[in-house]
């Protein structure tokens, strides 16, 4: 098994959608359907409000809870590591949209579940993932998990569903030290 | 597969006015465009990074098909900005606008005819926008033009005292070498204003340089900052004067550079120390008119001070305020004062774009220039309040959402209304084609060809191929152009007798042979980059400055400027408060650029619309002040009209102030409160001193909508 990671750095994506709008562009979905999502999540309080764009889409569990649910077995594990729903046998129970802890599957208006593929065609031929050539502030990358993390960044495991093996690295800014801030 | 093989890869970029010009990959099948991608097998290097497009050049493909599409000639049956249109033939369109012209030249002269363009389409070098229609009109008569800057007036007023002129800033590239960089009011992660210019800040961030933001709003580039100094709007030259009250009182001058460079400054230093007005300007004094608080602004100061190179990054929105003079002025002698002018990673704030854009031909205009202009923010008040002799009958509308983008956005529908005829070239059905008599199909940026130059940043230059077949019968505004030319009698002075593919051989050609492009590159390409090592602005000036002088009486750059009082400003860049007009409209209104939008293009393209709620964002005590809560839908008001949108409640936002962003549609209901939430319904058409925009000088009020 090929042991790939999408790393997504919070500390660069600045929520320009740029990813998910060339990932519908590709999988040619529906204006109302994403197979992945830029979310805005806001907290703390004026004047120290925070702000992280969370990126997501299907991560490629190693256990993934889909498959784990599929009456029909249509959703397989390949070689390559990437999660695939077969189409011809899904039968749309949509037993997987619930189970995916990402919310990441969807439902295609032909009646079956669909979700990113890790566009595993253009993989195949040597390419980058379409978000991950999309992106203007080269905040996402696909490729050997043993990579390591730049020397600015930690790994960010503030989201659920890590249970299940997802092929993710969400990177965040080391917290500066009160030196390296400007007044109170 | 056989679906590959008949799928082109066709290179091109936009014509939006949005601070950028990018590389997309058209994948063409049919005539049409099935998907926009990137362009393979290009490698970033740190100063010279793939130029990699946003969401709005990926939607081009989309913004063909949008629901608002013009796809046919269209006639006004209903009273204007109705909507109600029925379809025409292009030549009964184009004999009525010809007849039209004939007849307002003989009945009030060609002066009659306002002649507006706008930033629908810009760069294009010939067969888009403005060159085209200039062109003709500058061979037709002398009509009624356009004057002034909703951009970026006020800064290139100071750049003019200050520098003698448009001085280009530095190549973004320069802010990696950064060791402090200061976003003020500046906010490149939604405007991408400049190619790569969040990337570049990021780039310096990861290399240990710490980023500071200004801003009213918790912005997208605030996730690119280490800290966020929210300030009251319109009292950025109130900041700035704190910062170099500490910077002179701290001994953190520049005193070497102040010295051979920079001419003036004692009468500024006088009024920093309160020495004419007995009122030092310390940190305490710009805390109560800033809201910063004093202990941040003296340890913005130290740092600013301290820290070298150190690049203070103004947007363009702050000097879009009724004194936005006093604010540009006041950040180009900060970034005097500390030194920063001329060193690589450092920053003067300047207009901030490049001039020495690429050698390229492109349409010229003919023998004659406008007779009279009216200023671009306030043309309505020329139709409506003060009516001009001969009065306006005419408006000729080429790519541009006039009713819209200029303050006052009633108003402008009202003026528009009077008149006798109006024509609009757009590919869209905005709301000031909704108010036209004839409405003409345009193509899109994918339909057309066209020579296409850098926004400014950079100089780089683009070669658009026509990449899709024209929706419906859309045409270029060169085309329109020529056809009427033709029916006016001067055909052949407009076109030369040359097809646009033999005006792009001219295009490239623009030293008679000394300079040709490589047109078998550009169109394999379509792009020549043309940036080498990134280039520093004034870094010679402040070497040498008596061999390399400024265009001033100085040739330093001067903070004292004798010629401001001629506008009934002060001589150096002294904050002046606004009088309060927050007595029944008690919140400051902003109305910034909306990065899924260039301005008001794309609006109507769904793949944008949903990304996120057009919103008025209200700080949380605001909101409780107001009983209004999270879902709600509120009316932000004023004297000039009401806007009703759901509520952002968000702590992104600080108290006192709301957020619009600009560009949505015009959308009057019955009542005529917009519903489309177009923020130019409240912004005022007042001008600063020196005709700038003065949009951020708006206050409203909020209420929650009853349902």
Known sequence: MIDRVFTIDLAR???????????????????????????????????????????????????????????????????????????????????????????????????????????????????????????????????????????????????????????????RRQIPTRDQCVGP | MAQEQTTQHIPFTCTLDCGSRCELIAHVRDGDVVRVETPAGRADTVTRPRLIPCTRGRAQGRARHARDRVLYPQRSVGPKGSGRFERITWQDALDEIADRLRDVRARQGTEAVLHATGAGAISGRGFSGSSASSRFFSHWGSVTGTTGGMSEHCASVAARWMLGGRVPGSDRATLIDSRLIIMWGMNPAETHMGPNTDHFIAQARDRGARVILIDPRYTDSAILADQWIPIRPGTDAALAAGIAYVLETEDLVDRGFVSSNVAGYEPYRRYLLGL??????????????????????????????????????????????????QIARALIALACLSGNVGIPGGGLASVGTRSNIVPVGGLENGPNTPARHVYVGSWAKAILDKPLDPPITMAYIVASNLINRSPDTRANARALSELDFVVVHDPFLTPTARCADIVLPICTDLERADMVTSWGHDSHLFYNRQTATPAGEARTDYWVFAQLAERLGFGDAYTQGKSEAAWIETFL???????????????????????????????????????????????????????????????????????????????????????FRSNSCLYAVPWLQR?????????????????????????????????????????????????????????????GVDVGGCANVLTTQRESPTGGFATHTTWVEVRRSEP
């Open chain 1, 13 to 171: 994506c600045t929520g320009c959608q740029a990813c998910s709008i060339a990932c519908k562009d590709r999988a040619n979905l529906p204006d109302d359907l994403d197979w992945l999502r830029v979310e805005p999540q806001e907290a703390g309080a004026y004047p120290h409000p925070t702000l992280v764009y969370r990126v997501t889409h299907c991560f490629h569990c190693a256990d993934p809870a889909c498959i784990a649910v599929c009456p029909v077995t249509a959703i397989v594990k390949h070689e390559n590591g990437l999660v695939q729903i077969d189409a011809e046998l899904c039968v749309g129970c949509e037993a997987c949209v619930g189970a995916c802890p990402f919310g990441t599957i969807v439902m295609l208006p032909q009646g079956v579940a669909a979700k990113c593929d890790g566009c595993a065609d253009e993989i195949a031929e040597g390419r980058d993932p379409a978000c991950v050539r999309a992106c203007p502030m080269r905040a996402l990358a696909y490729g050997p998990a043993e990579n390591s993390i730049p020397a600015q960044r930690v790994l960010d495991q503030d989201f659920d569903g890590h249970g299940i093996g997802p092929a993710v690295r969400y990177l």
């Open chain 2, 276 to 325: 004419e007005d007995g009122r030092p300007k310390t940190p305490d004094w710009a805390e109560q008119r800033t809201g910063i608080a004093a202990e941040t602004i003296t340890q913005l100061a130290l740092a600013y001070g301290s820290t070298k190179p150190a690049a203070l990054l103004p947007g363009w929105a702050p000097q879009r305020t009724l004194y936005g003079e």
């Open chain 2, 509 to 595: 050609d623009p030293g008679g042979g000394s300079h040709r492009w490589d047109a078998a590159r550009l169109q394999r390409d379509g792009i020549i980059r043309q940036d080498g090592e990134p280039r520093t602005a004034l870094s010679e000036f402040r070497a040498d400055p008596a061999a390399h002088p400024l265009p001033t009486q100085s040739g330093k750059i001067e903070i004292t400027n004798a010629v401001a009082q001629d506008y009934g400003l002060p001589p150096i860049p002294s904050y002046i408060e606004i009088a309060d007009e927050g007595q029944t409209h008690p919140l400051q209104l902003i109305t910034p650029h909306y990065k």
């Open chain 2, 611 to 671: 990304l996120e709620q057009h919103a008025v964002w209200i700080n949380p005590q605001d909101a409780a002040a107001r009983g209004i809560t999270s879902g709600d839908r509120v009316e932000a008001f004023n004297q000039r009209g009401t806007v009703r949108l759901p509520a952002k409640i968000t702590e992104r936002i600080m108290p006192g102030v709301v957020c619009i962003y600009q560009g949505a549609w015009y959308s009057p209901g019955e009542d």
